[in-house]
């Protein structure tokens, strides 16, 4: 369970939009929003190589002690946007939490063991959502699969969830489906099948665009 509180030294800022953000992020820091609570939104600049350090350790799903100029607030880790090329954190938006209050949150699906020899298994959900004490966050859910035969499926009531967690995604979500492996007569064929389906190169090419066209 994600019991741990990280502390991260944090300062507020008064400039905003894109211009602003690629200044932070160019000084080292991580633009930040953080609200809830009914409070207004504060803008704020994290360090970025701790707050990465703290979601590489703790997950997406961080409960960071803030320290904002000498105040202390707990915050929830509830958006981080990253970079699709680059790979850095571009913004994180932060959700103020106080001990001994449940929040809704994102958990990943982690399927582990072997199923029965022949088959296939399919896992159709990455994450489910839950409903948990703020400081009693699971990093992620377990299904074990080991030893499951084919025509068996695990749904969202059947996950085996920690103490005090309850599941608010649909029960009859379908997690992991167990199936029979397909032969390699049936792999073939699909083969051949697409094969057929994709079009032949004596296909009448397309008139060429008009060169005159902007």
């Given at each position: 369970m994600a019991t741990?509180?990280?502390?991260?030294?944090?300062?507020?800022?008064?400039?905003k939009g894109?211009?602003?953000a690629r200044r932070a992020r160019r000084a080292g820091n991580v633009p930040a929003v953080l609200y809830g609570h009914g409070t207004d939104p504060q803008h704020?600049?994290?360090?970025?190589?701790?707050?990465?350090?703290?979601l590489r350790n703790n997950g997406t799903n961080a409960i960071i002690d803030l320290d904002i100029e000498g105040a202390s607030q707990l915050a929830l880790t509830k958006q981080v946007d990253v970079h699709p090329i680059r790979n850095y954190i571009e913004?994180?938006?932060?959700?103020v939490i106080r001990r001994g209050e449940k929040v809704t949150v994102d958990v990943t699906i982690v399927v582990e063991g072997d199923a029965a020899p022949g088959?296939?298994?399919?896992?159709d959900a990455s994450v489910v959502e839950i409903e948990a004490d703020a400081l009693s966050i699971p990093?992620?859910?377990?299904?074990?699969?080991?030893g499951i035969e084919a025509g068996n499926a695990v749904h969202g009531s059947d996950l085996d969830l920690p103490e005090g967690v309850t599941l608010i995604s649909d029960p009859e979500v379908l997690i992991v489906a167990v199936n029979e492996a397909?032969?390699?007569?049936?792999?073939?064929?699909?083969?051949?099948?697409a094969g057929a389906e994709t079009?032949?190169?004596d296909e009448e090419e397309q008139a060429p665009a008009d060169e005159s066209a902007e």
């Open positions: 741990q509180t990280s502390k991260l030294t944090v300062s507020t800022r008064s400039e894109k211009g602003a704020l600049s994290l360090p970025a190589l701790e707050l990465a350090a703290i913004h994180v938006d932060l959700l088959t296939l298994v399919v896992q990093e992620q859910i377990t299904v074990n699969v080991e397909p032969t390699t007569s049936e792999l073939e064929e699909e083969a051949e099948e079009p032949g190169s």
